[in-house]
């Protein structure tokens, strides 16, 4: 018989415990635990860290059990563990509807209620009467289970309870885009009910979708439709996201104790090592006191100086609650169990020694945990000069259930009864352990046999789709349909996981259903949404992304599998059907075994079902399915692709002449679009821009041959149009097939009519007189697709997309025009036109909702729109139809624009994911401005006017224009190069001459067989590093005196101007530079805790008419997300990007003041900012002498010269010094005896 007196002792003693302090309160019924006697309500996350103590005790007792009386504890004990997770269900099951309703909206009004009735299991308040969005807590809930169920309690009892915890899953796993209330119920600190994106809640659903997934539910007596699932990408976007905001916990909060509880027991969320201890230091370094830990800093909860009469706070008064926010013992507990799962022995006595320490002790010997301990309203003052330095008193719940179990669990495992294993069965603690290198196995598919014909004449060697039966591949459209039948139930009203778009992750498993084994083809390689695939180019560029994340990413038993589809469509063929070299080179680095550092391997789809991960879609056979879902399984996969037959065939061009007259709505397009460079520019560029024309003349004489276009009059060229507005189309017909046809050697678009001339001077005017009838025949006459374009462009804008048109004798529809026009365009690679006309068909790409919450939940704020009229600002994640209804409202008229925004918001997320560091001290990202600063950048490098640069913008593909988007966000130097291209069609032998992209053609390649067409094609590359160190040579030889000597009259806009040959690429650089960090709102580091210390020491700041005043130094701490937003709003008032800059310069001035100050200046009035810049630039004026004619031409942006705007900030002369001396001038610094300046900023 075993002894009582040691371990059996202990364990009673800790039974004895739990039942006067937990479980005494367990309700019969229910089996929900009340927060106290006097009042009923059960809090969801206090039931489920309070019954965790009790499950621990009985794993305990279930371990060292050799008596029937210790076995029946551990049963007792138990079964308490399953009514109240049962009851917690019950309660959530009630409220099925709101589930339902909340995994479409996503509304604070749908969400489940955070507590309900201990007795009844009903609801206990409203809707809107309290903060019920509270994801950590059904996260809480969720992770629990999965530990429970795992280490052998069965929980759920029928398929139903199935059903629902499966639609839970769909409930929280949004919870990297959903603001909720958090962990302490307030959302935003002063507790005004403002939800936010908050670390412990994205925390807690990435632990749990990765803890339940897989997971039967039934335990070892389940079967396949007891199993729930979990799409990986929606754990792996909140751990994205969860490490982008660590270890800030949100906007209001930069710091909070919770967050020991994502990075620690229970959840273990995070596997970055590193993040985990500079989030433990921060918690220890900013919430640490005597008696436990804050929760958050100027937490007024309980405190001597809280208003008790109503729970919000005005933001001034919150500065009366810093050095006094109450502190949590439970804390002390978790940092002890932080300390026994990472193996840290003296963490574990340091905080072990603190616990016992503010334990209260009952006549009984009863240990007990406090809620929180308060300084006493008598000593707050001698608190707030001293911190930690008066005695305070326990208040609040005695004993505080949520940290009594944490202070059980902690002992127990600290006795020995339990191992941390055995808390967690599910080796949550592991997630940070280091992992194997991941290898990537690649599968590349023809689409037909000629594709593949075309890929073995280069020693390629690839399947055909047909060849890899009986496996059968999709598209990713397909997976997400089935998935849409996940966590059905009709009895119980619940729909299934609403049709998001499927991540990479679940595209590169293998599926099995039935005896049928599936795989399918990623999101990003669909070409039937968005035309970004149709750029071969940014596709194999998306494509070596997507390995390198699969290798990052991927978590799951076995290898991924990625599908890389080549189609027929002609996108990866050139003019002579030949595979492109881009295409042949990445897939000749997929043979060597690795494609941008990542290890891949290449091969056939069945050689790789062996070694890759498998999942069953067990959930396809459930019975409870109706015949009408079982028939749409089975249409899904007998699927055959739609068709829609050409309106025309080509055969068009041989019965009709083409015709050579201009459309009267010529140029319409183009002047839809709404991009502007500044005006002031257009002028200055002309010089520029005739000497740029010469250029091109003398660069095509000495090119071998290619006839020289003879200009007109007006200076414009009949064969080719200089400075190029748009590429030249081929001759196509609107309704001919996509193949290549003949067309002449001279582009109609080269002629011009009287008729064309009036109406570009007419406008609208002539626009309403047009006659319909007239481009309607037009239409069937013109071979030219950009002329096709204009028609249907006045035609959908006129009579709308469903007016009936009769084509060659056809009848049809102006948006099946559309349609077919878009389709060319994209083969035919017209950037512009394809842009336009997808903006016109209101074409939405896949992840755009997904791109913008990339960027909106890690911090940044985004903008749409063109400013300063249309900018749209948008600070959360919106469902991806309207975010596109703002986007295309806030674009208006200029449907090329919308496009484009949606472009950008791609790249913008795919470089936020893969280079975070381009970002970095940037709050918001403004697209509109953005596109604005490339089509200027264009203008300047191809020397060139602003619409010409705006349509050159539009033009580039897909992948030039995610380059020169890289180029400004990165600061490089990059170089944009011209070159036409020929394109080659079959004359009537059938022989093709195709011609590459990079190189030029001549006359001599051609016969009188083959038709060309002149294009002139951008391409954007980095500008080499020795060109630059040339440069920046022959600029620093120049002394300064000659440099001042040599100041002359600048234009505005016009920096960059030639001067002499010597110095043009460099002259204006620091203009440039200051206009790009401007208009990309990119500031210093660490700038807005600076400013905050600027307004501690002043009454305010005026910035252009802006206030922002010393009170938010009250409302805010240094490191609040929400100052920083605040400092920005104000910054972003001023409309000149440079200006903006020097504004930032002139707040860096201060900055530096007030952190070599010594705390002995304060300033009683308003620092008004932009005075100091003002008189900086009078102080620069007067010391490089410049003459006043030239001063007065050389004016930029708000009356500051343009030479001030290109003058380094550092140095003797440069503006930091300036600004200095104007600090000096303006503000009351001491001074010393002989009127000299104690300069702290040097």
């Known amino acids: 018989m075993r002894n009582r007196s040691n371990s059996g002792v202990r364990l009673d003693y800790y039974q004895r415990l739990l039942n006067k302090t937990i479980l005494k309160y367990q309700n019969p019924v229910t089996g929900l635990l009340p927060a106290s006697e006097e009042n009923s309500h059960a809090w969801v996350r206090d039931n489920v860290y309070a019954v965790l103590s009790v499950w621990a005790l009985a794993l305990a007792y279930r371990k060292t059990a050799d008596l029937d009386e210790d076995r029946a504890k551990a049963y007792e004990l138990e079964q308490s563990v399953v009514k109240l997770m049962r009851g917690l269900l019950r309660c959530m099951m009630s409220q099925v509807e709101k589930l339902e309703r909340f995994k479409h909206t996503q509304h604070v009004n749908d969400s489940l209620h955070a507590k309900y009735c201990s007795k009844t299991g009903k609801t206990v308040v409203g809707d809107q009467a309290w903060g019920h969005l509270q994801i950590d807590a059904t996260s809480l809930y969720i992770l629990s289970l999965a530990q429970m169920t795992a280490s052998g309690l069965q929980i759920i009892f029928t398929l139903d309870e199935v059903s629902f915890v499966q639609n839970l899953i769909f409930y929280i796993e949004t919870a990297y885009r959903t603001p909720d209330y958090g962990i302490w119920e307030r959302g935003d600190k002063t507790n005004h009910g403002l939800p936010e994106l908050n670390s412990s809640s994205i925390g807690m659903a990435k632990a749990a979708l990765e803890a339940i997934n897989e997971l039967d539910l039934f335990g070892a007596r389940g079967g396949p439709l007891s199993v729930v699932h979990v799409l990986p990408d929606e754990a792996q976007q909140c751990q994205a996201i969860l490490l982008s905001m660590l270890p800030r916990e949100s906007n209001s909060k930069e710091i909070d104790a919770a967050l020991l509880t994502v990075i620690s027991f229970p959840a273990f969320a995070v596997d970055d090592g590193e993040k985990v201890e500079e989030t433990r230091d921060s918690i220890v370094t900013k919430l640490e006191g005597k008696y436990g830990f804050c929760r958050f800093l100027r937490d007024g909860y309980k405190t001597a100086r809280e208003d008790p009469n109503r729970l919000h706070y005005e933001p001034w008064e919150l500065q009366v609650f810093e050095r006094i926010e109450c502190q949590w013992p439970m804390f002390f507990a978790l940092f002890v169990l932080d300390g026994l799962f990472n193996g840290r022995e003296e963490q574990v006595k340091k ?213 890389f589809p080549v189609s027929t469509n002609l996108n990866y063929l050139d003019v002579g059907h030949n595979p492109p070299g881009a295409l042949i080179g990445t897939i000749k680095k997929l043979q060597s075994g690795y494609i941008a550092g990542t290890r891949v391997h290449l091969g056939n789809l069945a050689d790789f079902v062996t070694t890759s991960c498998i999942t069953k879609l067990s959930f396809l056979r459930d019975p409870s399915h109706s015949e009408e879902v079982k028939h749409f399984v089975g249409d899904i996969f007998n699927r055959i692709p739609d068709t829609r037959p050409r309106l025309l065939s080509s055969s068009r061009i041989k019965t009709r002449p083409r015709s050579h007259s201009k459309s009267s709505v010529h140029g319409i397009v183009r002047r839809s679009r709404s991009i502007q460079v500044d005006p002031a520019q257009a002028k200055a560029l002309q010089e520029s821009l005739k000497k740029f024309e010469r250029g091109i003349t003398v660069d095509r004489e000495q090119s071998g041959g290619v006839p020289i276009p003879t200009t007109s009059a007006h200076g414009r060229s009949h064969d080719v149009e200089f400075p190029i507005q748009r590429p030249h189309s081929p001759n196509l017909h609107l309704k001919g097939s996509l193949h290549p046809l003949h067309y002449s050697h001279q582009s109609p678009c080269s002629s011009s009519s009287p008729q064309l001339f009036h109406f570009f001077h007419q406008g609208t005017k002539q626009e309403s007189i047009i006659n319909v009838d007239e481009l309607v025949e037009q239409l069937n006459n013109t071979e030219v697709l950009h002329e096709q374009a204009d028609i249907i462009h006045y035609l959908y804008l006129h009579k709308g997309p469903d007016w009936e048109i009769t084509i060659d004798g056809k009848k049809c529809y102006i948006k099946e025009l559309l349609v077919e026009l878009y389709e060319k ?77 949606q472009e950008l918001l791609i790249y913008l997320a795919m470089f936020i994911r893969t280079e975070p560091k381009l970002f970095n001290e940037m709050l918001r990202l403004r697209v509109g401005l953005i596109i604005q600063v490339m089509a200027s950048e264009l203008a300047r490098t191809l020397k060139c006017t602003g619409d010409e640069a705006s349509e050159h913008l539009m033009n580039l593909s897909p992948f030039e224009m995610k380059t020169l988007l890289h180029h400004i966000l990165s600061g490089k130097e990059f170089v944009i190069s011209t070159g036409y291209i020929h394109t080659c069609v079959p004359g009537p032998a059938g022989d093709l001459r195709g011609v590459g992209v990079s190189r030029w053609t001549t006359d001599s390649e051609t016969d009188e067989h083959t038709n060309v067409e002149d294009e002139c094609r951008l391409s954007v590359s980095t500008k080499k590093v020795g060109e630059e160190a040339t440069e920046f040579a022959r600029l620093s030889r120049k002394p300064h005196a000659k440099m001042q000597k040599s100041i002359h009259h600048i234009d505005p806009n016009d920096l960059e101007k030639d001067d002499e040959g010597v110095e043009s690429d460099r002259q204006g650089q620091w203009l440039r530079r200051r206009r790009l960090d401007g208009a990309l709102n990119r500031v210093p580091v660490g700038f807005y805790p600076r400013v905050w210390k600027v307004l501690k020491m002043c009454h305010g700041l005026v910035i252009e008419g802006q206030h922002l005043p010393h009170s938010l130094t009250r409302e805010m701490t240094p490191g609040e997300f929400k100052f920083a937003l605040h400092v920005e709003m104000v910054l972003n008032r001023i409309p000149q990007p440079e200006y903006r800059q020097l504004m930032v310069e002139a707040l860096m001035v201060l900055t530096l003041l007030t952190e070599n100050d010594n705390s002995k ?82």
């Open 351 to 563: 905080y072990s020694e603190k616990l016992d320490s503010v334990m209260i002790k009952t006549d009984e010997g009863i240990h007990l945990l406090p809620e929180l301990y308060a300084v006493h309203k008598e000593m707050v003052e001698q608190e707030y000069k001293t911190p930690n330095s008066q005695k305070r008193e326990a208040i609040g719940r005695l004993p505080h259930r949520w940290g009594q179990s944490l202070y059980i669990i902690s002992k127990l495992v600290q006795e020995g009864f339990l191992s941390p294993g055995e808390l967690d069965p599910l080796n949550r603690r592991l997630v940070s352990e280091p992992k194997p290198d991941i290898v990537v196995q690649v599968v590349i598919l023809a689409e037909d046999e000629f594709i593949q014909s075309k890929l073995w004449e280069h020693g390629i060697k690839v399947q055909t789709m047909e060849e890899v039966r009986p496996l059968q591949v999709f598209p990713a459209s397909v997976l997400t349909q089935i998935y849409s039948l996940l966590g059905r139930n009709k009895k119980m009203g619940l729909t299934g996981r609403p049709k998001n778009e499927i991540g990479l992750l679940a595209t590169s498993k293998l599926y099995t259903y039935r005896d049928q084994i599936l795989a399918f083809i990623p999101q990003t390689a669909d070409e039937h949404q968005f035309y970004l695939p149709k750029d071969t180019l940014l596709k194999l560029d998306m494509f070596a992304n997507d390995v390198g994340f699969l290798s990052s990413y991927w978590g799951s038993l076995g290898r991924p599998l990625l599908i």
């Open 1161 to 1242: 200046l304060s300033f009683s009035t308003l620092i008004y900012v932009d005075k100091i810049v003002q008189t900086a630039n009078a102080i620069y004026l007067k010391d490089q002498k410049i003459p006043s004619d030239v001063m007065e031409h050389s004016k930029g942006a708000a009356g500051i010269s343009l030479h001030f705007y290109d003058t380094a900030p550092s140095g003797r002369f440069g503006t930091m010094s300036y600004l200095c001396r104007a600090l000096a001038t303006i503000l009351p610094i001491p001074v010393d005896k002989d009127a000299n300046v104690d300069c702290a900023v040097s």
């Open 825 to 901: 365009a994209g083969h035919w690679k017209h950037w512009g036109l394809v842009r336009h006309t997808a903006g016109l068909l209101k074409k939405r790409v896949e992840e755009l909702a997904l791109a913008a919450t990339d960027l909106l939940v890690r911090q940044k704020q985004l903008s749409v729109g063109l400013p300063p009229d249309r900018e749209r600002v948008i600070m959360r994640p919106l469902p991806p139809d309207e975010l596109a209804k703002i986007i295309f409202d806030a674009c208006g008229e200029d449907l090329s624009t919308a496009s484009l925004t």
